[in-house]
């Protein structure tokens, strides 16, 4: 495994954002510049990384629907999608990675149709034509799995790649947000085996934060901090380790520096329980 985390933008050029990832510990990133940026950067960038032994987890096709009741919006997603996707080969990153949609105007909303056979059949249409038109010979195209959205469990996603059949269409693992219902986040360590046991082999990168239930009324399961809620940590990293040890845990969906660096400290400090290296 090899941990990353969203860095602070303190530096002015690859051999900077180098420092501060070594600084930092780190063995995987987060694609570090913004959409747009030029060709000669984004050369730069990517060769600092294959140099420093930097893997580059995922660059992101975020804000876009390419499931969206609208045509125009649905067009222009799947421009998007091809466009990071290209730019993920071309950098040698582990996956390019978004969400399947949603059949509401918001990309990352719930909707009565998101789960229905017809969204599923245009998924698979939406995923195919992304990775055939961009053919990827390094990276992988990768979908999120959200608790709305399919994919919404581990089997949902092995139904998506079988039927999808595309040899660069992988798996994006976000266990936390597989755990929607009280039994699986009260079981959350025999779910957290089964994730793996099945989407193992197909698994491109993972992000890691914790979950907790709360006492309110109907069903509340929240976001927390690594170790500050109630997954079941070492079993995760116990798990995921039995991956190809380059695969990249991530930590996301924070707002300081203070709990960022409280997130990879509290990964860190169960790894090294664990005899792990992250």
């Known amino acids: 495994m090899r941990l990353g985390s969203p ?20 063995r995987a990133a987060y694609w570090p ?24 987890a995922e660059i992101g096709a975020w804000q876009c629907n390419p499931i969206s009741p609208d045509e125009a919006a649905r ?6 999608c091809k466009t990071q996707l290209a730019l993920a080969d071309e950098v040698g990153a582990r996956c390019c990675v978004t969400l399947s949609g949603s059949r509401a105007e918001q990309w990352n909303s719930p909707h009565p149709e998101n789960l229905s056979a017809d969204t599923f059949a245009l998924i698979v249409d939406s995923v195919r034509e992304i990775v055939d038109a961009v053919a990827p ?37 976000d266990p936390t947000n597989l755990i929607n219902t009280p039994a699986k ?20 990168s993972v992000h890691v934060k ?33 991956l190809d040890p380059d695969t990249p845990i991530l930590v996301e969906h924070l707002t300081t520096e203070d709990e960022y660096a409280q997130a990879v400290a509290g990964v860190r400090r169960v790894a090294d329980g664990l005899g792990l290296t992250v």
């Open 33 to 56: 510049l913004p959409d747009g940026a030029d060709a000669a950067t984004v050369r730069a960038y990517a060769d600092v990384a294959d140099a420093a032994g930097i893997v580059i």
């Open 75 to 80: 067009a222009a997603a799947l421009e998007r």
């Open 137 to 173: 010979r390094r990276s992988y195209y990768t979908l999120e799995p959200m608790p709305y959205i399919l994919p919404d469990s581990p089997e949902s996603y092995l139904e998506l790649l079988r039927a999808i059949d595309r040899e660069r269409f992988a798996v994006h693992l």
């Open 185 to 204: 986040y009260y079981d959350n360590a025999g779910f957290l085996r089964d994730c793996v046991a099945k989407l193992g082999p197909y698994v491109k």
């Open 210 to 242: 914790d979950i907790v239930l709360e006492p309110e009324l109907t069903v509340h399961l929240s976001e927390r901090i690594p170790g500050q809620g109630g997954l079941d940590f070492e079993v995760l990293l116990t798990e995921l380790d039995k």
């Open 7 to 26: 860095l602070p933008r303190t530096w002015d050029s690859p051999e900077g954002w180098i420092d501060t990832l070594r600084r930092g510990g780190f």
